[in-house]
Structures are given as structure tokens and as C-alpha cells.
């Protein structure tokens, strides 16, 4: 399984910008869809992640994000996306997707990480 992460560059705070992750490969099916983010001053991070389980998806989002980000996913299509609002300097990093995948009946669930896009925003 192959992650593509894709939508990262340069804006200037209070814009907005949207990045987008696919997966190809072997899927029979994804448990979890979410981002981390990297800085240089910080550990990674979890921005954003999305569960899917019989009740549906439910999202979950770091404390510095709610309210400006959002993820949304399309199962069918393997794709996900993260819509970034009103970014502050703070946003800016690397951030990378991740997916819990199951590939085949039986399989445990394996984690796959995108290559990473770098966001930068600029006072």
C-alpha cells in the first residue's frame, strides 16, 4: 500500500489551503484516516484523524485546530482530505497522512505513512 500526499505550499495567515492523501495498493479496508504534523520546535503531532466503525466516521482533532480544520474522507476512493482555515504561523510543518489499512481478510490492520507536504504560512 502506497500513500499519496499532495496540497502543501506558502500562504499567508488567515488563508486557507487544502491537502489531500491517496491510497493505492491492496485495500479491503480502512480503519483510521488521519494527519500528523512536524516542526522543527516540536514532536510530531496529531492534527486530525478520522475512525470508521459501525456507527460511521467520527472524527477527532487537536485542541490548536477545531473549529479551522477539517477532515473529510471518500472510502470508496481511498482519499482523504484535510481543509485548513484561518492558518496562524503555528500551522506551519510538514504534514504527513497516515491510514490503518487491512488489506485482505484475516490481516491485521497495517499503518501507512504518506511521503509528506510541507505547509508554510507566513505572518
Known amino acids: 500500500v502506497q500513500l499519496q500526499a499532495s496540497g502543501g505550499g506558502l500562504v499567508k495567515a488567515g488563508e486557507s489551503l487544502r491537502l489531500d492523501c491517496t491510497a493505492s495498493g491492496r485495500i479491503l479496508y480502512i480503519g483510521v484516516m488521519g494527519w500528523y504534523r512536524q516542526t522543527p520546535e516540536k514532536q510530531r503531532e496529531l492534527v486530525a484523524l478520522?475512525?470508521?466503525?459501525?456507527?460511521?466516521?467520527?472524527?477527532t482533532y487537536a485542541d490548536s485546530v477545531k473549529g479551522r480544520f477539517t477532515i473529510s474522507s471518500d472510502n470508496r476512493k481511498n482519499t482523504m482530505n484535510l481543509q485548513m482555515r484561518s492558518l496562524t504561523p503555528e500551522d506551519t510543518g510538514v504534514y504527513y497522512c497516515?491510514?490503518?489499512?487491512?488489506?485482505?481478510?484475516?490481516?491485521?490492520?497495517?499503518?501507512?505513512w504518506g511521503q509528506g507536504t510541507l505547509v508554510t504560512v507566513s505572518s
Open positions: 497516515y491510514m490503518e489499512i487491512q488489506s485482505d481478510y484475516g490481516d491485521d490492520y497495517a499503518t501507512s
Open positions: 478520522v475512525a470508521f466503525d459501525n456507527r460511521g466516521p467520527t472524527p
